[in-house]
């Protein structure tokens, strides 16, 4: 009876461990609205920096605000819900979408994407996989500790990255 | 069967799997960053980056600024012809000031003045900034209603440092907010600078010689006339000193006289004549001490302080309205004319004190004056206002002193640290004493809060043994 009670502990934790943990310690919620980026770049004829733009000055506009969507979707386009629901209780409100931002960096890093796109010549799908294809917005899920997503660039890729690429990854580099 | 034994079984095997799970490592990273998230961490809004350009409203300068905001909010301020001074940076904060004034007795106020008003009491209008269009609009009001317009006392010129090769101080702080920072540091190398001071103040320090006294100003100013340009400045610019600026040939150089008539001071009004006394305080600057109006007031006169902050005029009235602040309200550059374009929205309940005073709305700013481009109007009397950050960097750091501490020379026979009282003409203040070599022997080192000025009027005051 020894062995199959400490065993049995065992499997218990890892079962709850890789099983019920991940569940536990993410909250899952819906983006504000059901974004097709594949309809943008398709039909639309986007590309990523139409909307996610580098200004003049270097600086990243990030997620667009909702000045930027009304600007084509000041009256409906197409004829789906989603976009209809997005000008009915965004755009003619003037409120604007909470996103949740996957890629969030924390206040104390410092990260430019135009030293990575312009100098490092890294593509958006080297860091934001096929985002760019996906015909609706994955759940934001958000670390219910660190309050951080989880598909957050860490630390250690970063200096992978670097690494590989022999760029420096001094601490001041990112944490300025 | 449960036993003791073999629940310890359990959790010890229970144990042993956890660590070949991702419960450990992943609380164990999930703390680390948990605590860049504590509440007590400031987390700037995210939002789309954008840059606004304004002109500082803290004082007469008008200093170009360059904002950084998120989305709508501001969350650094940055100058564009030159560094801004620690309260420009950190301007941005004040709508956020601990002390700021969020709502106050509108309908009281109206009900009140109009009573007064109808019963023959005879109005003034306290601008603390004059200058303005706003300023302009309440002469005309008073001249019309036949009331008093006043101001803080003020110089009759403004300063052009630009134009001077030497530059005679009598004890004015030129590097410490006396003009903008940004302008003096500008031209600095293109002046010398001779401080005459008996205390060894910051600018005494930086200057090109300093002179605890000078007994002959006249010849002093032509003995360095071969040098270039003379410029004399004293605090008030008294009339003695433009005079010599004008002997130098100065006028109309460095010294450029401002475009409007001088407001009245306090001092003018006689006791007892002001029915209804209505305060712009919409934004640090000057301030008048209360023990110099108080007796200008009629019995039951009415005084309506239309404020940013409680700390100001806030506490001698029960009428006392929330007003925007820079980088809320939009205003204009006083002498110059340029607007100040607000940065944020006011929070509502606010009141526009044009729009209260003079019942309208207060319109385009009128067009520029003929002040010559360079000349600064100078900061005579600035009271001290804090946000945090300014705190942290100056009052935290001995750069500025506390408010509720007084400088004396070590030969005063007063122990660090030792509690004291500050004893003005008006009252006594409990400080703590700081000993300070270059505080001139009788002389007291102060900060010119509101309270402090309350107490000691326009006067240095003593520092007693509580």
Redesign the interface.
């Known amino acids: 009876m020894k062995a199959p009670i400490f065993l049995a502990g065992v499997l218990s934790a890892l079962g709850a461990g890789w099983v019920g943990f991940p569940r536990l310690i993410y909250k899952t919620a819906p983006q504000p609205i059901s974004f097709s980026h594949k309809v943008h770049a398709e039909k639309a004829g986007s590309k990523c920096e139409d909307c996610h733009a580098l200004r003049p000055d270097g600086t990243f506009a990030g997620i667009p605000p909702l000045e930027k969507c009304a600007g084509c979707h000041a009256a409906p386009m197409g004829t789906t819900p989603a976009e209809k629901a997005f000008i009915d209780q965004y755009v003619t409100p003037g409120r604007e979408p909470q996103w949740g931002d996957y890629a969030r960096q924390p206040e104390n890093v410092f990260f430019s994407h135009a030293a990575h796109i312009r100098s490092g010549k890294v593509k958006c799908e080297d860091c934001h996989g096929d985002m760019g294809k996906s015909e609706t917005l994955p759940p934001y899920s958000e670390d219910r500790v660190s309050g951080y997503s989880p598909q957050t660039m860490s630390m250690d890729t970063c200096i992978e990255c670097h690494q590989r690429d022999k760029v420096v990854d001094t601490c001041l580099e990112c944490h300025k | 069967m449960t036993t003791r034994r ?1 629940a310890v ?10 660590v ?4 450990p490592w ?2 164990i ?3 680390a ?2 605590s ?2 504590w509440p007590g961490v400031p ?2 809004a ?4 954008k840059f606004k350009q304004t002109r500082c409203g803290l004082c007469p300068a008008g200093c170009a600024v360059r904002a950084r905001c998120v ?1 709508e909010q501001p969350v650094s301020l940055a100058g564009i012809e030159g560094a801004l001074c620690p309260l420009g940076v950190t301007g941005h904060h004040l709508p956020f000031h601990p002390s700021r004034l969020k709502s106050g007795p509108v309908a009281e106020a109206k009900a009140r003045l109009s009573q007064a008003l109808a019963g023959g009491a005879r109005p003034a209008v306290l601008d603390l900034r004059p200058g303005r269009t706003a300023s302009a609009r309440y002469r005309q009001i008073m001249a019309e209603r036949k009331g008093f317009y006043l101001s803080p006392p003020r110089p009759p010129v403004a300063v052009n440092l630009a134009a001077a090769k030497v530059v005679i101080s009598l004890g004015v702080p030129l590097f410490e907010g006396w003009l903008a920072p940004a302008r003096v540091f500008a031209v600095r190398d293109h002046f010398r600078l001779v401080q005459v001071e008996p205390s060894l103040s910051r600018t005494a320090a930086l200057a090109d010689q300093w002179l605890p006294a000078a007994t002959d100003l006249h010849a002093l100013a032509s003995s360095l006339k071969s040098q270039g340009q003379v410029l004399v400045l004293d605090h008030a610019m008294s009339p003695e000193i433009l005079a010599l600026n004008r002997e130098l040939g100065g006028w109309g150089k460095t010294v450029v006289p401002l475009p409007d008539e001088p407001p009245a001071e306090i001092a003018v009004v006689p006791d007892g004549a002001i029915g209804a006394l209505l305060i712009d305080e919409s934004g640090p600057g000057p301030y008048i001490p209360w023990p110099e109006i108080a007796p200008k007031l009629a019995p039951g006169a009415v005084v309506v302080a239309l404020s940013w902050w409680r700390e100001g005029y806030a506490r001698h009235t029960a009428l006392a309205l929330p007003t925007p602040v820079y980088p809320e309200s939009a205003d204009d550059v006083p002498y110059t004319r340029e607007p100040i374009a607000p940065l944020v929205k006011p929070p509502a309940g606010v009141i526009d004190p044009v729009e209260f005073i003079a019942g309208q709305p207060l319109g385009a700013p009128s067009p520029a004056s003929p002040l010559m481009a360079g000349a600064v109007v100078p900061r005579i009397a600035e009271m001290p206002v804090s946000t945090p950050l300014f705190s942290k960097l100056y009052n935290e750091s001995n750069l500025l002193m506390h408010p509720h501490q007084a400088a004396l020379h070590p030969s005063s026979g007063f122990r660090p640290g030792e509690p004291a009282l500050l004893a003005g003409a008006y009252g006594n203040l409990e400080i703590e004493v700081v000993l300070d070599p270059g505080i001139a022997p009788g002389r007291v080192g102060f900060v010119p809060t509101p309270a402090v000025l309350d107490i000691c009027g326009f006067r240095e005051p003593q520092v007693v043994r509580a």
Request: glycine letters at 12%; proline letters at 6%; zero cysteines.
């Open positions: 073999n079984k359990f959790i010890a095997g229970a144990a042993a799997g956890t070949f799970t991702p419960v992943k609380l990273r999930d703390s960053l948990w860049e998230n987390r700037p995210t939002g789309e980056i989305g």
